[in-house]
């Protein structure tokens, strides 16, 4: 089986603030909007370069993303940052209205995801996000897996025409993907190839599923990884091929089980391929306060609770 | 000289339309549409330096955008009737498969449309948005939105209010059409908006008022007026004050024809009120 890298744990956020510093160089269209939270989106930078396209809004984020509607008349490209809690539910009827019925070119780019923002607790810890953000007609979502993956998914989204929701987090994950990859929109990597459970994950849990999937290999169990980057569109054609190779999925996602990646991947399931199908996410609850490892373990989005998943999911074959 | 005369004629026609267009799908909503027939003519008629054969990004252009959408039925008539899309698409309002949505949208792709609104209190920041994008662009042309007073009480009127000043975009216009209507009542017995002047001059906005706001050359002034305080650090902001179902006379004065349609016999009152200038559609 292939053998994954960590070349050193990195935020997801600094990979946002990397690609948005080169897209600053590169696209002169790009503009960068922030309610109060330049730092821990990792825009400094960005600002720092590009004052003049650069626009601190304050806290008031339902008018950050109204602007960003209007920013793209007149051909710029917002990037708005802020917390995905605040980039999502605090604002759905702007983002649904401004952004997303308008069909306007507005990247909403979110950090702090999940319960892995840590000891702030629930009241900043979204798992509800993807869910509300792929209803969304039109819209694009992205949840990548390392800073690597994070950087180029910055810089890729300026060059789609579209609304588009990029989440990524605050700790710091394993960066073990490649400096220089291509970033393409809507298409699955695939990480190991194996024929007894195919394996889908999406954000840091790609790196849960890869150490899960060598373990599994040491108990004689061969496990197809797939990185999902893109919830939305979902590439079904390389889900289906998994799925009709192993015969089971196991999805794996730092979100609640209702409306996340592994009910887009039902449902591609139920509509083309019927295969059994266990859940690794948060199971319709709210987040609390803790280390981003206690809080892994104890909402169960680890590879152990990958690999329980897996086990369990074969005997249902 | 704006030919006062010929924009009454417009103004006269606009109000048929929406009269017609809301009693054909016995739906939509009149009242504030009629109130501001003179602010849509002054404004497309006269006062915006705006380009029919529409572009999105409209680059060196006026631009204008429209937070209260429900009172459509105006907003579709003066596109029309500016050159925007044919007229006799105004028969299509809000049945199936128009482009003329109960409240305007991109979505369909009409003319003229630049966001959707309907959901209300965004189109400020939409407006200042757009404003940003243009002082960008080192385009020198303006901004203008227009916004109900009973919108006013959504909050994100109040962020896009202090951003606006706080960052000196003075090259937006934002009117507010004061009829002292909403759906429930009067905006005093639902939710007092208190003095208007003041809560905008206080977070730093120029503000000026149009006394009345169905005096077609009142708009007009008001609206040059508006434009000569642009580029001055401040944004500026217009109170115009207007009568809502202005026009017709049982509909004005009250809040009952803010979202309600007249019947046959109302609608030939109404149009007898508003003789036939341009044509019907």
Redesign the interface.
């Known amino acids: 089986m292939k053998k994954y890298t960590d070349t050193g744990k990195k935020d997801t956020r600094s990979g946002f603030g990397a690609g948005l510093t080169e897209l600053g160089k590169s696209n002169e269209n790009v ?1 960068a909007l922030c309610a109060d939270l330049t730092g821990s989106l990792k825009m400094d930078e960005f600002k720092a370069n590009h004052p ?2 650069f ?1 601190q ?2 806290i ?1 984020e ?15 490209i ?1 990037f708005t940052g802020t917390f995905a809690n605040f980039s999502t539910g605090r604002v759905y ?2 983002i ?3 952004i997303a ?4 070119n507005v990247k909403i780019c979110a950090s702090h995801a999940g319960v892995t923002l840590g000891e702030d607790g629930a009241t900043h810890q979204i798992l509800e996000d993807l869910g509300l953000m792929k209803m969304l007609p039109g819209m694009t979502v992205i949840n990548p897996c390392d800073f690597n993956q994070t950087k180029a998914a910055t810089i890729a989204i300026a060059e789609h025409d579209g609304p588009v929701y990029l989440r990524f987090g605050r700790p710091k994950v394993a960066n073990f993907t490649p400096e220089d990859q291509k970033f393409e929109i809507g298409k699955a990597v695939q990480l190991q190839e194996g024929s007894d459970v195919t394996i889908i994950a999406t954000g840091h849990l790609v790196w849960e599923a890869l150490q899960a999937a060598e373990q599994l290999a040491e108990k004689g169990i061969s496990a197809d990884v797939l990185d999902i980057h893109t919830i939305k569109p979902l590439d079904e054609e390389a889900i289906l091929n998994s799925v009709k190779k192993t015969g089971c999925v196991v999805t794996a996602e730092e979100h609640n089980f209702l409306g996340g990646l592994g009910e887009s991947v039902s449902r591609t399931l139920a509509v083309n391929h019927p295969a059994p199908q266990e859940f690794v996410a948060t199971q319709d609850v709210f987040g609390e306060s803790g280390t981003p490892a206690q809080l892994m373990e104890k909402y169960g989005l680890n590879a152990d609770a990958i690999i329980k998943a897996t086990e369990k999911v074969i005997k249902r074959k | 000289m704006p030919n006062i005369q010929e924009l009454e004629k417009f103004a006269t026609q606009v109000r048929r339309d929406i009269l017609r267009q809301v009693h054909k799908v016995n739906s939509g909503h009149p009242g504030g549409s009629l109130g501001c027939t003179e602010f849509f003519t002054a404004l497309y008629k006269e006062v915006m330096d705006h380009n029919t054969d529409f572009d ?4 060196n252009e006026d ?1 204008f ?1 429209l937070s209260n959408g429900h009172i459509s039925p105006v907003f579709y008539s003066v596109l029309a009737r500016s050159g925007y899309f044919p007229v006799e698409e105004l028969n299509t309002f809000r049945l199936i498969d128009s482009r003329l949505q109960g409240h305007p ?3 369909e792709g009409l003319p003229g449309i ?6 209300l209190g ?13 002082k ?2 080192k ?1 020198e042309k303006l901004v203008f939105s227009l916004h109900g007073d009973g919108e006013l009480q959504e ?2 009127n109040w ?2 209010i ?2 606006a000043a706080a ?1 000196k975009v003075d090259n937006l216009i934002s009117t507010v059409d004061l009829n002292g209507q909403q759906i429930d009542g009067s905006t005093e017995t639902v939710l007092p908006l208190g003095n208007l002047r003041a809560k905008f001059e206080a977070f730093g906005w120029d503000v000026m008022e149009i006394a009345d706001g169905n005096d077609l050359k009142q708009v007009i002034d008001g609206l040059n007026e508006a434009k000569t305080r642009t580029g001055k650090g401040r944004p500026v902001c217009v109170l115009m004050h207007t009568v809502m179902g202005h026009g017709v006379d049982f509909m004005m004065h009250t809040h009952a024809w803010h979202g309600k349609a007249p019947n046959d016999e109302q609608l030939e009152t109404g149009l007898s009120q508003n003789p036939e200038t341009l044509g019907d559609y």
């Open positions: 503009v003049e396209r626009f809004v304050g008031a339902a008018n950050m993303m109204g602007i960003a509607a209007g920013m793209t008349i007149g051909g710029k917002p009827d702007q649904r209205q401004s019925y308008s069909g306007k | 999105m990004d409209g680059k631009l955008f949208t991109t979505h630049r966001i959707a609104s309907g959901s965004q189109g400020m920041s939409v407006a200042i948005g757009a404003a940003l994008s243009k960008l662009n385009d909050g994100q962020e896009a202090m951003y960052n």
